[in-house]
């Protein structure tokens, strides 16, 4: 099994930081696109960050200049600095993994749970 475990949400003040974490643990073989999503109240969940095994990422545009993903392979996590926040950027963050295991050789996504992020004006 895979397990996704975020950290890092809470209550921030418009133009304050926070950092998010998601640690993968399981019986991994490899680990490739992993990426952060959130979904507001009401709309649809949608992409935030994606970041590949080699590095290069991506961004939505809403993001782009204020959001940071990177990832630590040797700990199996990866991150997102959130900078410049906005109330609009309030939402549930889910980070996402495509995971190789022995089961899945071709790889399977899984989800964390989950960790909310508030931005009060």
């Known amino acids: 099994q895979v397990q996704l475990v975020e950290s890092g949400g809470g209550l921030v003040q418009a133009g304050g930081s926070l950092r998010l974490s998601c640690v993968v643990s399981g019986k991994i073989v490899s680990i490739n696109t992993m990426g952060w999503y959130r979904q507001a109240p009401g709309k649809q969940r949608e992409l935030v960050a994606s970041?590949?095994?080699?590095?290069?990422?991506g961004y939505a545009d809403s993001v782009k200049g204020r959001f940071t993903i990177s990832r630590d392979n040797a700990k199996n996590t990866v991150y997102l600095q959130m900078n410049s926040l906005k109330p609009e950027d309030t939402a549930v963050y889910y980070c996402?993994?495509?995971?190789?295991?022995?089961?899945?050789?071709?790889?399977?996504?899984?989800w964390g749970q989950g960790t909310q992020v508030t931005v009060s004006s």
């Open positions: 970041i590949i095994s080699g590095g290069s990422t």
């Open positions: 996402a993994a495509l995971v190789v295991t022995t089961n899945s050789p071709a790889g399977a996504t899984y």
